[in-house]
């Protein structure tokens, strides 16, 4: 499970942003940030820690299933627009040979095993909360990490030598989901809309 101090978030106010990411030409982009303005996200009055990931694997993740942390705001969401998009599944192939190179120091020889994963324990969102390989257990977050998976969200298939994993979704899966967030704004959702779905009880105040 990852750790709850590796979230971080950076505070930009419009100008600052504008400076730095928009070219004077794109207008679309200057009046989404004057529209906003100087407000920002609080729960309790305190600003909000806003994180984000590319895409979900249908539903988001509560912060204390990824980071061991229970926050108010981050709760789990239904996002069904994820599985509309084209990358919302992919496949990663690695010869049990790779898979043993990858996992070079982590196993436990002691408990090696032929099998080379086993045991894949889930929590309801989807999310891989533990999962064996090679005999020695990992967590989800652990594998994803040393294979450098799209997300903690897959599935495993052996086939000879070879071990599949099919993977949902893209990044840690905690907070707006930004292929989500795009797709509400397409089916009309404006904005407070779409922060008030990822950011449960959270509100917009002036900054």
Request: hydrophobic share 35%.
């Amino acid at each position: 499970m990852a750790n709850y101090n590796e979230a971080r978030i950076i505070y930009s106010y419009p100008s600052i942003l504008n400076r730095l990411f928009i070219n004077n030409d794109d207008k679309k982009i200057e009046n989404a940030i004057d529209a906003i303005g100087w407000n920002a996200l609080y729960y309790e009055d305190k600003p909000i820690l806003a994180v984000y990931h590319a895409l979900s694997c249908g539903n988001t993740y509560a912060a204390k299933d990824v980071w061991g942390k229970e926050i108010s705001y981050l709760q789990s969401v239904s996002c069904d627009g994820d599985k509309l998009a084209s990358n919302y599944i992919s496949t990663v192939t690695f010869t049990k040979e790779e898979l043993k190179e990858k996992f070079s120091g982590e196993l436990d020889t002691e408990l090696e095993s032929k099998t080379a994963i086993s045991n894949r324990k889930t929590l309801s969102s989807g999310l891989v909360e533990a999962v064996t390989v090679f005999g020695t257990k990992f967590t989800g977050a652990k594998v994803r990490s040393i294979l450098n998976l799209p997300s903690s969200n897959f599935s495993c298939t052996e086939k000879g030598e070879e071990v599949i994993f099919t993977v949902y979704g893209n990044g840690h899966g905690v907070g707006m989901s930004q292929n989500g967030a795009n797709y509400m704004a397409k089916q009309g959702y404006n904005y407070k809309e779409i922060l008030k779905h990822f950011y449960k009880g959270a509100y917009l105040r002036s900054s």
